[in-house]
């Protein structure tokens, strides 16, 4: 007892020295924190007196990041015409193209009209590289890749990347050199603002302005996307990003900054990038941001929240700034097919549908609220949305943007839709629609289409719903306003594992999958759809999030083991590209 007795009062001799001694070297120094003249003892209570800057948040948060070889932009050169020579066809009869194929005849009750914008989509924190560069604050994403181990695979992290950053001018020449009429890129939050908020980045705007200026001037039309999960990271350990209204506020003012900037030169405008997969990424992995207590399983609801009250108010806002522009937002997921014609079954689907595109769907295009399924559960802990917010909401998008990658069956759980709903640890909760890319095996267990790479399990080439999907979006949803399909691409199988440049650039499944999802597109507009542009993803293989570069999506290669990181056009490239040199009308 004596003995630990003497300790502690050395101890707090030691203390005092330390705070006199530090008191006298610098006077400006904030003082050491007390409670009524007396230590703490709540550890809670402590707070950081410091004040970081972009660099120290780099330096603290995140660590050591790689450097591109690259690093000014890099001047577009002609691209060679022997790189642009269509591969051979495949088994199936290709796009006719004249006396070459004479194999197809042209339907000559199909068309794209003519100013029905075909392009191509990449985003920002995938594709661009130079996370550090010229002031750029991190995101939630580049904790995720370079602290949490084995969240990325293989560890991989974005910091180079393709290198977009730098070298966009060639990226925009090479599409252009194949036609493409659009390119859709996202702006990152955090070098606009690289606090999220507060202090705007005149390099990042210099920046985006180039971009966009490249794009007309080869005459590809500039889309742009405000948030494509890259919330700044500032904002994520603040207040907790989406999981808190502030943000509403913050995303708001980032896209009045990008309106003002970039408006008179982008018509284009989606908000923000599938929430229903970044709602979903929440609860982030636990003990690497600030912690805020919201249970886990109403994290995404919280998310999904704010994005349509974000959502609805940057609609408005840009409508009121730009007078042509066409503002929306891009919704995600699946055609979704009942597992059998039982109707358990059919209303695991209209759960599905519920839980899925019609969370946001609903509120923006059928009625400024939840729809019922979904409001059952969140009104016990969200707020109601207020008949401001409603009106708000209502009708906040000039058209239905879609990435619509494949199809699904859903089906109900075990045990019943009705006691998973009454059990919120059943895993399904609560959506409790179960879902699968397998028929049954009454209908002999087969997979819905070819699957895409192991890595990107969620994804089958299963084109022939395209055209289903279609209509019942216009029928559910858009009713009369245009349609697009704003994403949509395969991950070749097993594409990282070839080694021998040919092989890599001979993409026959990917290539079907852009075939066909052509002639869906043709068949729907044929039917009445209004679909009025596509873009597919990517230009580029890129880091495909928690896939890392295990997955390519590309419609060109690009040589990550090489410094000047060089591109080369797949043939599935082609494949897209020949469906307009057909279908569209001149
Ligand atoms: C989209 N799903 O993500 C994203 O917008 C892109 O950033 C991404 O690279 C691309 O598709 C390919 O994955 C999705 O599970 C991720 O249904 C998952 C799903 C759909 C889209």
């Not at 949490?148 to 950053?165: K, L, P, R």
């Not at 502030?246 to 309106?259: G, L, M, S």
Request: hydrophobic share 40%; with cysteine.
């Amino acid at each position: 007892m004596l003995v630990s007795i003497a300790i502690l009062t050395a101890g707090t001799a030691v203390q005092v020295h330390a705070l006199e001694k530090r008191q006298s070297f610098n006077q400006s120094l904030p003082p050491i924190i007390t409670l009524n003249g007396s230590t703490i003892e709540n550890p809670t209570a402590y707070s950081t007196p410091f004040v970081l800057n972009v660099e120290d948040m780099w330096d603290l948060f995140i660590g050591p990041v790689d450097s591109p070889s690259l690093t000014t932009t890099v001047q577009a050169t002609p691209v060679p015409s022997s790189e642009l020579i269509p591969p051979p066809p495949l088994y199936y009869s290709p796009f006719p193209s004249g006396a070459q194929y004479p194999t197809e005849q042209k339907n000559e009750s199909w068309s794209f009209p003519k100013d029905f914008w075909w392009g191509v989509a990449g985003a920002a924190w995938q594709v661009e590289g130079a996370v550090k560069a010229e002031g750029r604050g991190p995101s939630v994403w580049d904790v995720l890749a370079h602290r949490v181990t084995n969240f990325a695979y293989e560890n991989g992290t974005a910091d180079i990347s393709d290198n977009h950053y730098y070298m966009y001018k060639q990226d925009i020449a090479r599409i252009a050199a194949l036609g493409v009429k659009a390119y859709s890129f996202s702006i990152s939050w955090s070098r606009i603002m690289p606090f999220g908020r507060g202090p705007v980045n005149q390099l990042a705007i210099d920046h985006y302005n180039d971009l966009i200026n490249t794009c007309l001037e080869y005459g590809v039309i500039p889309m742009a996307t405000l948030y494509h999960w890259d919330t700044p990271l500032a904002l994520q350990d603040t207040y907790g990003g989406w999981l808190s209204e502030n943000i509403v506020n913050d995303f708001v003012e980032y896209a009045r900054v990008c309106y003002a900037a970039f408006g008179d030169r982008v018509d284009h405008w989606f908000t923000v990038n599938e929430p229903s997969v970044f709602c979903n990424q929440y609860p982030l992995p636990a003990m690497y941001f600030k912690n805020f207590t919201i249970p886990n399983i109403q994290q995404p609801f919280y998310c999904g929240h704010h994005v349509l009250l974000a959502h609805s108010q940057a609609y408005h806002l840009g409508t009121s700034m730009m007078s042509n522009s066409t503002i929306g937002w891009k919704s995600n997921g699946g055609y979704k097919v009942p597992l059998t014609n039982s109707s358990e079954d059919a209303e695991a689907v209209q759960r599905a549908w519920d839980f899925t595109e019609g969370w946001w769907s609903d509120p923006i295009y059928l009625t400024g609220d939840y729809n019922d399924n979904v409001k059952a559960f969140v009104s016990d802990f969200l707020p109601p949305f207020s008949d401001q917010q409603k009106t708000a909401i209502l009708g906040s998008a000039d058209l239905y943007a879609h990435d619509a990658y494949t199809a699904q069956f859903n089906y109900a759980p075990d045990g019943g839709i009705a006691a998973c709903v009454a059990n919120s640890s059943n895993p399904l909760y609560p959506a409790c629609a179960n879902t699968t890319f397998t028929y049954s095996p009454q209908d002999g267990g087969w997979l819905i289409g070819p699957a895409s790479d192991p890595l990107a399990s969620w994804l089958y080439k299963a084109t022939e719903w395209v055209p289903p999907f279609l209509h019942y979006i216009k029928d559910t949803w858009a009713k009369d306003l245009p349609i697009a399909v704003s994403e949509f691409g395969f991950a070749e199988p097993f594409e990282r594992q070839k080694s021998y440049l040919q092989d890599i650039l001979f993409d026959p499944i990917r290539s079907s999958y852009y075939h066909d999802y052509m002639r869906a597109i043709l068949i729907a507009l044929s039917e009445g759809v209004n679909v009025v542009g596509c873009l597919a993803w990517s230009f580029v293989d890129n880091f495909e999030w928690a896939s890392a570069y295990g997955v390519r999506f590309g419609m060109q290669y690009v040589n990550f083991s090489d410094p000047e990181l060089p591109r080369y056009y797949k043939a599935s490239f082609f494949e897209y590209k020949s469906a307009f040199d057909i279908y569209q009308e001149k």
